[in-house]
DNA sequence: GTTAGCACTCTCTGGCGGAGAGTGCTAACC
DNA sequence: GGTTAGCACTCTCCGCCAGAGAGTGCTAAC
């Protein structure tokens, strides 16, 4: 890729600008007059036509002005961006919604202000499955021939799950079983916990091996399967974006986003990243995001990236101010989890 | 209204019957053609005049063929419908699917099943918070300043919340605690757990009082607050339908749909019902709905419903294929959780 | 009561022409 | 050499029109 220098470079970021407003294809003259450049329209022509040339500009027909191509917006993103930082009357109004006291529950409020504040599609993942640490793990008594078994992890994210017993049990063995399987499971990373290990685990209580298989699938369907552990709000407002004013065009965006497995999926990059991670048209891997941008980072409890969150929207996106709200949100989300 | 009859009828149902087929306007020729109807398109012509006056059919303009009203699909609905059956390798598959050890993972099954089968936005509500009683509560110590506590209602539904104390108390501390709010609160109904109440019961435990306000807490926002126990599906198949074409259309339902408030509201009337519940276009309430039907069926767990099932659609669906599945959804969806 | 026939109305489609927007090219200019 | 004015060219968009097609309502005859 062409370095791009002074003039050049201002033109290409005065279309991309002009573009990301108006969604309309920026001629020379528009170019020339709405910024007081001290040049003729033939001049933005020549340089626009090198910018296409470069694969930064293409027109949508031959006569039209001109759009950013995604390499466009790349270079926009990583180097001419003024991020805007958020009012101090709207940091104070998402703060005050984030202070929720479960981790889950301002993951959504996260994800719900994100929706609101940027009109376009907003996702979250919670923590990483694999880097979870089981905490504690009960089993609650119900009646003779059930039980409750909750587990809790380092990131205060718990899960229930009925389990049953074969032969009726009291409340005291309960406890002790609940002791016995807890000493084993707890402290432990949720990754080691292969199939081999639960079973190794299990072995040792035969007669509560049903149950035992139970907890086992809690831990890894609720807290390893991660595809429960994903918000999405906001998926309507995509419907709002001129480019998707065609419904063939928005319907599989829609339809991917409510697969969590896919939002999943193009989060998950997201948590290796240190800060915001923009990913850009045809760089997000899904063939039905390939006219979408996806904007996230992750949010910190303590040292460790405990999940993602960003929004989805079209290409043409305020990326300025979008990144400034996901950053935002990321760090605020993390302070309001950090409370616990 | 007046009631139809012969072959008046006969045609209004045709006339239904091929428009959810087609979506295009039906003309008198397309009436006799299709069917074999022993009388001339002048025949028909004349009663689908009548009919119009009688507000079951309508012109989208003076030369086109006629739609139905939403009328003439709740005559339809009432009295004209052959209901589908299920097929049996359909009900196999789907009774499968709602094999899952807990009841929110099985509402969300049903919820995807329904969406799949019907190409509509499905739509779930869990319990009735005010028919719930508690049957269970557990405090479960965490750290010397932080426990979870877990509540089970009789419906099978489990919720926690972490609760903070004031002071360092031990696992002792935490279990006495545990059994006294727990002596108090459960086998009560939660409509009866009013502020008033939950103070009464707080008074006498004025050292815990934070705690107890944190139960109080988990208690209304969680299993009282309904709206968390909406589940939705499949809403982007309501971009499917050649009637949501057009954007506008098709945006302010799916802003709709996203809003829990909303959809629990739609599916609130269904609880009442015995069995199925047919909404057609405006009978909605809600304006955003004025070109959907909403068909919904309570689930039964033992005697009393439990919650409601349905779909959103487009007013010209398939009535016949969607009310069968409704209904058997709702009803393999008590079935599969009676097993608990 | 039913039907054939017909005039009427409306939509839809394709073609056409002009306006408008934007371009690339060329030649002149600094 | 870079810059610019001028111009021909291309393409879309819009309104217009005409013809085809679909469907109707009305009337008069059966």
Known sequence: MVELEGRRREILRMIIDDYILTAEPIGSEAVRGRHRLGVSSATVRNEMAALEELGYLQQPHPSAGRIPTDQAYRVYVDSMLEEEQVSSAERARIRRTLAVPE???????????????????SVAAGPSPHQQVVRHLHLIPLTPHRALVVAVTDTEVFKGQMVEF??????????????????????????????????????????????????????????????ARVHTEGTANILKQPEFRDVRRAQPVLSALEREDIV??????????????????????????RDCSVISAPYYVGEHAA??????????MRYGKIIGLVRFLAESLGDALNQF
Chains 1, 2 share one sequence.
């Open 103 to 121: 981790l889950d529950r301002a993951v959504e409020q996260a994800t719900r202000a994100l929706a609101v504040a940027t009109d376009c599609a």
């Open 166 to 227: 074969q032969e009726a049990t009291t409340a005291e063995e309960c406890d002790r079983l609940s002791q016995e399987i807890s000493r084993r499971i707890t402290g432990r990373p949720l990754s080691d916990l292969t199939d081999r290990m639960l079973d190794k685990v299990i072995g040792e209580a035969t007669l509560y091996q049903r149950v035992l298989d139970q907890v086992g699938r809690l831990l890894r369907d609720q807290i390893l399967h991660p595809s």
């Open 264 to 289: 999943e999926e193009l989060l998950r990059g997201g948590l290796g990243q240190k800060r915001v991670r923009v990913m850009i048209g045809a760089e997000n891997r899904r063939e039905e995001m």
């Open 307 to 316: 999940g993602v969150l960003g929004i989805v929207g079209p290409t043409r």
